[in-house]
């Protein structure tokens, strides 16, 4: 093979590599800002006001709350809500609106969004059984919230559109074929090899604070790992492996709160009240 041809096979990976190394410099700046995420202490860059997260919550919320049914079943709303409340005591956000509501909905989900608006479905109620496995789930969300992992992805999502444009402008004078293999391979590398990782770094990090505040709030952090371990077993149907999902297998977040419980425990018997495990949800 000629330099000549040697260089043009070569300017199509040079330019997918360049890209991709834009986007993992930019990256960076996730460890050396000067914004910290509350308890684990991580760096992070964030280029979204907290205000305009907060106000695409509250319109996010209000849509969800149209379009899905809100649970009537009282005794449901009263717990949600009450195990709601003291997680949001302990969670150092007065500046929150906080709302919780039960959709009806077998879906097994829960969510809290930007400014302290959270939903949990009923159709996850029966593997919480009690409080604190309630507590579990709240918790975790409202640790996304609070440690605005929302702005955090949007921060991610917006380096690596950028990174694909880089690549569209250099590969213009390439051959259409040879461009989208480029941006095809890049959007493949973005996507599993750093965008992927960092949601079930975020997943992660809401399993730590989420534990914290569950403690911290009065209920028995030792309910966290069986929850995951009943979640699991709840689950319809074959799981993603962990390479190609946005969240960490069931069984190693379990494995990372058993580690964690120690410290855990530690907020529960400061706690100022404990509940334990808290009512039992009503099958």
Partial sequence: MSDDIAATARRPVMAACLAIACLASSGLFFFVGCQSVPMTERKRLLVMSEERENEMGLSAYQEVLKAEPVSK?????EIVRRVG???AAVANRPDFKWEFNVIESETQ???CL??????VYTGLLPVCQDEAGLAVVMSHEVAHAIARHGGERMTYQTAQNLGKS????????QEEQKKQIVL???????QYGVILPYSRKHELEADHIGIMLMAKAG???SSAPGFWERFSSAKQGEAPMEFLSTHPSDARRASALRELLPEAMQNYEA???????????PQ
């Fill in 73 to 77: 079943n009282e005794k449901y709303v």
């Fill in 85 to 87: 409340q003291r997680i």
């Fill in 109 to 111: 989900n829960a969510f």
């Fill in 114 to 119: 930007p400014g302290g608006k959270v939903a």
């Fill in 166 to 173: 880089a690549v569209g402008m250099v590969l213009q004078k």
């Fill in 184 to 190: 095809t391979a890049y959007g493949a590398a973005s």
């Fill in 219 to 221: 209920y028995d952090p």
């Fill in 271 to 281: 706690a100022a009240q404990k509940y334990g495990m808290g009512e039992a949800i």
